[in-house]
């Protein structure tokens, strides 16, 4: 009977340890942290000094706080949980290789607040591959060689007022995901400021642009919708600008369906074209925009669909229209 009884308390001590050891919120400093205090649960009197520390004391749903500004290191997600920089100070993961945040557990929900994401030598800033939604508020993702946002699957995105800068790709959203952007930009990114994509029959992507600002991505489009095998891509966008691209905003598609919206929006300065739809699954419908100083202004190939309202400006291209251009009752 004794053994029971030790063997007994020994377990419930082990869980109420285990317990305690799971934490609403858990604080970083780069000034005073120390990963040992992982085991006081890194409160903000005794704070640890990276987020791949703390985050093994946080429990689901909780949160981690950068106290002080400074670099807190790659980490990978398991868990639902926030991630968060307190007012004023620069939370910065430095990225040498791989990716610098890693989201690939399936259900779970990520909130990131106010960090700087920085690519020396790595692929991408922040790559999810499964779970249920990113938010993404106030962030910087600069210099990664591949992707700055790369994310692949059904989940549910919300980029918030954040810059994604001199990347390869600022954005890639592929294979499903349900994606908000608003008060974003994605400026001089090799290939393509932000990319939606879908690949495979019943696969569908669905991304919505406003207030956002695609600029200097000078080798290809600066918003970008493509599908391929069966697939298929809706991509809206309102309020926004597209200037200083190859293209400003291009939909192209042969094998699948690639849809594009754009309305209310300044399309300029774009080296090749401002408006771009290619390919006999492709379409694109323009609605009250500018559309100037641009290579060719609205430019339609290869059996897609173009349809424009009546009350697009096009003026001073070195060709407003290319291609067959379809009139279309204003929306």
């Known amino acids: 009977m004794s053994r029971f009884l030790v063997a007994l308390t020994t377990l419930l001590l082990l869980g109420a340890s285990s317990a305690h050891a799971l934490v609403q919120r858990a604080y970083v400093s780069a000034l005073t942290g120390n990963d040992s205090n992982t085991a006081t649960n890194c409160q903000a009197t005794a704070p640890c000094r990276w987020f791949a520390g703390a985050i093994s004391v946080v429990s689901s749903g909780g949160e981690i706080v950068a106290m002080d500004s400074g670099a807190y290191g790659t980490v990978t997600i398991t868990k639902s949980i926030a991630?968060?920089?307190?007012?004023?100070?620069?939370?910065?993961?430095?990225?040498?290789?791989?990716?610098?945040?890693?989201?690939?557990?399936?259900?779970?929900?990520?909130?990131?607040?106010?960090?700087?994401i920085n690519g020396l030598g790595g692929d991408n800033g922040v790559h999810m591959?499964?779970?249920?939604?990113?938010?993404?508020?106030?962030?910087?993702?600069?210099?990664?060689?591949?992707?700055?946002?790369?994310?692949?699957?059904?989940?549910?995105?919300?980029?918030?007022?954040?810059?994604?800068?001199?990347?390869?790709?600022?954005?890639?959203?592929?294979?499903?995901?349900?994606?908000?952007?608003?008060?974003?930009?994605?400026?001089?990114?090799?290939?393509?400021?932000?990319?939606?994509?879908?690949?495979?029959?019943?696969?569908?992507?669905?991304?919505?642009?406003n207030r956002s600002e695609a600029s200097g991505n000078t080798l290809n489009a600066g918003f970008y919708a493509n599908a391929d095998t069966g697939g298929?891509?809706?991509?809206?966008?309102?309020?926004?600008?597209?200037?200083?691209?190859?293209?400003?905003?291009?939909?192209?598609?042969?094998?699948?369906?690639?849809?594009?919206?754009?309305?209310?929006?300044?399309i300029s300065g774009n080296t090749s074209d401002g408006l771009y739809a290619h390919g006999s699954g492709a379409k694109l419908v323009a609605a009250a925009n500018r559309v100037t100083d641009n290579g060719v202004g609205l430019l339609q190939?290869?059996?897609a669909t173009f349809q424009s309202t009546g009350d697009n400006t096009v003026t001073d291209n070195t060709?407003?229209?290319s291609g067959t251009i379809a009139s279309l009752a204003n929306m």
């Open 129 to 209: 591959s499964a779970g249920n939604s990113l938010t993404m508020q106030n962030c910087a993702i600069t210099n990664f060689t591949t992707t700055g946002l790369y994310v692949s699957g059904s989940s549910r995105v919300r980029l918030l007022d954040s810059l994604l800068r001199g990347n390869g790709n600022g954005a890639y959203f592929l294979h499903g995901p349900r994606v908000l952007v608003s008060g974003s930009r994605f400026l001089d990114n090799t290939y393509i400021g932000l990319r939606g994509g879908a690949s495979g029959a019943g696969v569908v992507t669905r991304v919505e642009v």
């Open 301 to 303: 190939s290869s059996s």
């Open 83 to 116: 991630i968060v920089s307190a007012p004023g100070v620069y939370a910065g993961i430095t990225v040498f290789s791989g990716d610098g945040i890693i989201i690939a557990t399936a259900g779970i929900d990520v909130v990131l607040r106010g960090l700087t």
């Open 232 to 266: 298929r891509t809706e991509f809206n966008l309102k309020d926004s600008n597209a200037s200083r691209n190859a293209h400003g905003v291009e939909t192209n598609s042969d094998t699948g369906a690639a849809l594009a919206r754009v309305s209310n929006s300044l």
């Open 319 to 321: 060709t407003n229209f």
